[in-house]
């Protein structure tokens, strides 16, 4: 249900925009994240956007690595959750997963996850 793509191969400094296509994912109920996963370690979250209905505004959360370089948005029109990498670092080389938990509403607790894109950050 959830497809990444946007990944690659880029030289440090450089970006990349990751989207998670989400057809049939109300944003207003899920939590969206990013997660990523490097050789040999855990899965982590990167980011994570949730919709706060009662001050319709998204709450969003950056692990502390990549705060202030990567951006978590999403697009409620075109059904699909971005990350805007910028300045990468050879650290941030992972496979990278979108992620979607229903948090709000009826049948809380279900959850999807994309099937990942690689990101590879070397000179």
């Known amino acids: 249900q959830l497809q990444a793509s946007g990944g690659g191969s880029v030289q440090p400094g450089g970006s990349l925009r990751l989207a998670c296509a989400a057809p049939?994912?109300?944003?207003?109920?899920?939590?969206m994240a990013w997660y990523r996963q490097a050789p040999g370690k855990q899965r982590e979250m990167v980011a994570s956007l949730t919709r706060d209905i009662a001050s319709a505004s998204d709450i969003l959360y950056y692990t502390d690595a990549v705060k202030g370089r990567f951006s978590i948005s999403k697009s409620v029109a075109k059904a699909t959750l971005y990350l805007q990498m910028n300045n990468l670092r050879p650290e941030d080389t992972a496979v990278y997963y979108c992620?979607?938990?229903?948090?709000?509403?009826?049948?809380?607790?279900?959850?999807?996850w994309g099937q990942g894109t690689q990101v590879t950050v070397s000179s």
């Open positions: 049939g994912i109300n944003f207003s109920l899920h939590t």
């Open positions: 992620y979607a938990e229903k948090t709000s509403g009826l049948q809380t607790g279900v959850s999807y």
